[in-house]
C-alpha cells in the first residue's frame, strides 16, 4: 500500500508528489500513480530526493526508455552516459558548455528523429535565489487557438535545427560541426497526438526554422504568433528549485526553458536523466548545408 499524495503547484501544469523515495525501485503501483499524476499535470516535483546517478537513471527507466545522449555525445556523466550534466561548473578545468542549456523555449531533443517522450532533472547544487526552470502546456496552447488556426496548424510540419538552439554557435567549432553533422534538420509534424491521453498538443519551439513547403520569411511570423502565444504565463509553471528536487516533465507536451536569472558566480550542477521517445520525422534532402526553404519546397513536391 503506498501513500503518494500528488498537490498540485499551478493551473496550467506542475504538481508536487509526496511519499515516494526515488531511492528505492517504484512498485507497479506507483509507476501507475505516477504516470497517471504525470499525465493530468505533466510537470512532477520530488522534492528532497538525493539521488545518485545510478538511481536517477533507475527511476527514469521506470517511465520509459533510457536516452543514452548519442546525438548530443558531450557533457555526459564520465561514468553514466545515461546522464547528463546541465552545469555552470568548469568541466576538465574548462568553462562548461552545458551553463547556458535550455536558454530558448523547446521540448528536449525536438532537432533529432526521437524527440525525447520525458526528462528527468534533479538539482545537485544551486544559486541563493533564482536559476528557475518555465514549463508551458501545450494542450493548452493547441486548444486555445480558434478552429480555423487549428486546422492551418494541422496540416503544417515544421522543420526543427539544432543549430536554433541558443548560444549554439558559441560552442567549441569541433562540436559545432559535429552535432550539424549528427542533427541534420528535421521535419515534424506542427500538432501531435499524445499517445497516452490522446489529446492534440502544439509541437512548436524556439528551435523550428520554417514550415515544409513555405519560406522562411512567410513562416517567420507565423512562428513567432505561436510561440509568443503556446507560452502565454497563463499555460505556465514557474519551478523554483530547491535542492534535491527531482523533476520530470512530459515533452510531448511541454516546452519549457531555462531562466538566466541568478548570480553567475554562484554554482548551478543539474543532473538529467531523458527517455527516448517514439520514432518520427524525416531529414530534408540538401538541407545539411543551407537548412533553406529552397530545400524544404523540393521536399513537397
Ligand atoms: O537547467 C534547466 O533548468 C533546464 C535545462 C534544460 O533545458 C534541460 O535540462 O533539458
Ligand atoms: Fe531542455
Known sequence: ?????????????GAEVLGLDLRKPLSSTEVDQVNAAWHQHLVLVFPGQDL????????TGKLG???????????RHPEYPEVLLVTNKQVNG????????????????????????GSVLMCKEKPDVGGDTMFANMYMAYETL?????????GLEAVHDITLIKGFNRRDPAQVADLK??????????????????RKSLFVSERVRNFVGMTEEESQPI???????????????????????????????????????????????MMRCSMLGEKSGYVLPDEHEEGSAKSALVAVS
Open 94 to 117: 574548462k568553462p562548461s558548455q552545458t551553463r547556458n542549456t535550455g536558454r530558448n523555449w523547446h521540448a528536449d531533443l525536438s532537432y533529432t528523429d526521437r524527440p525525447a517522450k
Open 65 to 75: 526508455d533510457i536516452e543514452r545522449n548519442e546525438n548530443v555525445p558531450y557533457y
Open 223 to 269: 512562428l513567432d504568433f505561436l510561440n509568443m502565444h503556446a507560452t502565454s504565463p497563463e499555460f505556465v509553471y514557474r519551478h523554483r528549485w530547491n535542492l534535491n528536487d527531482v523533476v520530470m516533465w512530459d515533452n510531448r507536451c511541454t516546452l519549457h526553458i531555462a531562466l538566466k536569472d541568478f548570480d553567475q558566480s554562484q554554482p548551478r550542477h
Open 1 to 13: 500500500m503506498s501513500n503518494i499524495e500528488v498537490r498540485p503547484l499551478g493551473y496550467a501544469a
Open 181 to 198: 553533422a549528427k542533427n541534420p534538420p528535421i521535419v515534424h509534424p506542427l500538432v501531435r497526438v499524445h499517445p497516452d491521453t490522446g
Open 146 to 154: 480558434s478552429p480555423i488556426m487549428q486546422k492551418f496548424v494541422d
Open 52 to 59: 545518485t546517478p545510478p538511481q536517477l537513471i533507475e527511476f
